[in-house]
């Protein structure tokens, strides 16, 4: 049963506008939430973490926000730039896990 | 750099031939990961390893074993191939209290 969910399989933005990228989850056990980036053909890498005990952390143009009463996330990227289209994964592990959770991933095309 | 390297970039094989995905990091990473990656479906963990000679099934054992022999290589074998083992193959490794993986480039293996 997947516990991490991410309902858009994809999404289409204008370069220079917001992109909100949103993950849903099941089990309340999840301490940490991580989103990774994936081009075509290469490895995901890690973009942006948080921790349960936050509801914000931000990294230049990447802000994740976490709700846990309504166990959602959502990434933010402002501006949105061409480089950014890729398929992001949000993840999850909990306190005492070894293995993250993969949502199924969104794929974010920006547009000139 | 540190990293993770996985053998092959691009294999094809004969459906019931036995398949080794090689896996190796030099960051002396405690646990090692396989997944698959197919479309709609996200990633999906295969089989993962938090100690030499240790190992715990994922959420889609069958069909694979695994090897972990050293501490920085894990090998993911494909005991018969099958079709539906057409897929991409992402390696990733991660160290305790560091909550990110490293993945490796991946390999896109094809079985015909």
């Known amino acids: 049963d997947q516990q991490v969910k991410q309902n858009s399989p994809s999404l289409s933005v204008q370069e220079g506008r917001i992109s909100i990228l949103n993950c849903d989850y099941t089990?309340?056990?999840?301490?940490?939430f991580l989103w990774y980036k994936k081009y075509p053909a290469e490895g995901p890498t890690f973009l942006i973490s948080?921790?349960?005990?936050?509801d914000k952390n931000e990294d230049g143009r990447f802000t994740v926000f976490l709700n846990k009463s309504a166990k959602h996330l959502s990434l933010h990227i402002v501006p949105s730039q061409p480089g950014d289209s890729a398929v992001y994964f949000c993840?999850?592990?909990?306190?005492?896990?070894?293995?993250?959770?993969f949502g199924k991933g969104t794929s974010l095309l920006v547009t000139p | 750099d540190v990293k993770v390297t996985q053998s092959s970039r691009y294999l094809v094989k004969r459906t019931g031939e036995k398949v080794f995905l090689e896996c190796v990091q030099d960051?002396?990473?405690?646990?090692m990961f396989w997944y698959r990656q197919d479309p709609g479906l996200g990633l999906r963990l295969i089989y993962f390893?938090?100690?030499?000679?240790?190992?715990e099934k994922g959420d889609i054992p069958e069909g694979y074993s695994v090897s972990r022999e050293k501490k920085e290589r894990f090998s993911l074998i494909l005991e018969s191939a099958s079709t539906n083992q057409t897929s991409m193959y992402l390696c990733?490794?991660?160290?305790?209290?560091?909550?990110?993986?490293?993945f490796g480039s991946g390999t896109r293996l094809t079985v015909v």
């Open positions: 948080i921790s349960s005990i936050k």
């Open positions: 960051m002396d990473h405690e646990n």
């Open positions: 993840a999850a592990l909990t306190n005492s896990g070894y293995a993250l959770n």
């Open positions: 390893s938090y100690d030499v000679k240790m190992k």
């Open positions: 089990n309340s056990m999840f301490d940490y």
């Open positions: 990733a490794s991660s160290s305790f209290g560091f909550l990110g993986y490293t």
